[in-house]
């Protein structure tokens, strides 16, 4: 199963090679700027603007985390809204971002979880598609709405209930920044630390200087170190479950199935659960 598409092969893709190709630009940062103004100042041509904050998270209270996962019923209507659709041939569905694919592997993560099989992240987002000669359009893609239907399932995830069982058995890795798991500063969430048996395992470091992904032997060697085996179970948390979606990827293409815990630091720190410091 392909997780990854180069701009090249997005451009043959998107030249008709490749069937009904559906291209999320997925462009989100917490506090800003808005993407939709970012989108509109140049992005993939064909790319449909997705909003992570009202079409690939729901919304409630502190203690369902930042980003909840949205119902089934909300994301099926916004994958709906994007073009993505189940005749033949189905859609092939890419997205990406202009940060390493941080925010664009939440929209990967969220579409393979809902059942659908063709989804893939533009290695290096969207520096890798103008550096490879790529156009940008500034239109607002409104597409012939499509008529996927979703299920549940496709990936696993960790339950709130599951997470300390789950760091005493398994490998837990916590995508955050070092000095957030530490606990030396916590610019967001009401308590600095982690949970208790979890592995600080950077997003940013999934990555190579030019914001494409390390090979896959390159990604096995570093989870490998972070004492994620063949066979064990593992799970990762960032703080919303964003960021952790990245993580999922990454060990996808190291060759390891991981599940997300959604709720992530911003649901276990609104909580009177234990909280870790140091390393």
Same mark, same amino acid.
């Given at each position: 199963?392909?997780?990854?598409?180069? !701009? =090249? /092969?997005?451009?043959? +893709? *998107?030249?008709?090679? #490749?069937?009904?190709? %559906?291209? $999320?630009?997925?462009?989100?940062?917490?506090?800003?700027?808005?993407?939709?103004?970012?989108?509109?100042?140049?992005?993939?041509?064909?790319?449909?603007?997705?909003?992570?904050?009202?079409?690939?998270?729901?919304?409630?209270?502190?203690?369902?985390?930042?980003?909840?996962?949205?119902?089934?019923?909300?994301?099926?209507?916004?994958?709906?809204?994007?073009?993505?659709?189940?005749?033949?041939?189905?859609?092939?569905?890419?997205?990406?971002?202009?940060?390493?694919?941080?925010? !664009? =592997? /939440?929209?990967?993560? +969220? *579409?393979?979880?809902? #059942?659908?099989?063709? %989804?893939? $992240?533009?290695?290096?987002?969207?520096?890798?598609?103008?550096?490879?000669?790529?156009?940008?359009?500034?239109?607002?893609?409104?597409?012939?709405?499509?008529?996927?239907?979703?299920?549940?399932?496709?990936?696993?995830?960790?339950?709130?209930?599951?997470?300390?069982?789950?760091?005493?058995?398994?490998?837990?890795?916590?995508?955050?920044?070092?000095?957030?798991?530490?606990?030396?500063?916590?610019?967001?969430?009401?308590?600095?630390?982690?949970?208790?048996?979890?592995?600080?395992a950077p997003t940013i470091d999934n990555l190579a200087p030019d914001g494409t992904f390390l090979p896959p032997?390159?990604?096995?060697?570093?989870?490998?170190?972070?004492?994620?085996?063949?066979?064990?179970?593992?799970?990762?948390?960032?703080?919303?479950?964003?960021?952790?979606?990245?993580?999922?990827?990454?060990?996808?293409?190291?060759?390891?199935?991981?599940?997300?815990?959604?709720?992530?630091?911003?649901?276990?720190?609104?909580?009177?659960?234990?909280?870790?410091?140091?390393?």
């Open positions: 199963m392909e997780h990854l598409v180069t !701009a =090249a /092969r997005l451009a043959d +893709l *998107l030249a008709g090679g #490749g069937g009904h190709v %559906v291209v $999320l630009d997925v462009r989100w940062r917490l506090g800003g700027p808005p993407g939709h103004a970012t989108y509109l100042t140049g992005h993939v041509p064909g790319a449909v603007f997705v909003d992570l904050e009202t079409e690939l998270a729901s919304h409630g209270e502190p203690t369902d985390g930042r980003h909840p996962l949205p119902s089934l019923a909300d994301l099926q209507d916004a994958v709906r809204r994007w073009g993505v659709r189940a005749g033949s041939p189905t859609s092939t569905v890419v997205a990406y971002d202009d940060n390493g694919g941080l925010a !664009a =592997a /939440r929209a990967w993560w +969220l *579409l393979r979880w809902a #059942g659908l099989g063709d %989804v893939r $992240l533009l290695d290096g987002g969207l520096a890798a598609w103008t550096a490879a000669g790529g156009g940008l359009a500034t239109d607002d893609v409104v597409p012939v709405p499509g008529d996927v239907v979703l299920t549940s399932g496709g990936l696993p995830v960790l339950d709130l209930d599951d997470v300390e069982a789950f760091a005493a058995a398994g490998t837990l890795l916590d995508a955050r920044a070092g000095e957030r798991f530490r606990g030396e500063t916590e610019p967001v969430d009401p308590k600095a630390g982690h949970v208790p048996g979890a592995v600080s032997e390159a990604l096995r060697a570093r989870f490998d170190a972070l004492g994620v085996g063949d066979g064990s179970p593992v799970a990762a948390y960032c703080g919303s479950g964003v960021t952790a979606a990245h993580e999922v990827l990454a060990l996808a293409l190291a060759g390891h199935e991981a599940a997300l815990y959604p709720g992530s630091w911003s649901q276990w720190s609104n909580l009177d659960k234990p909280v870790a410091t140091g390393d």
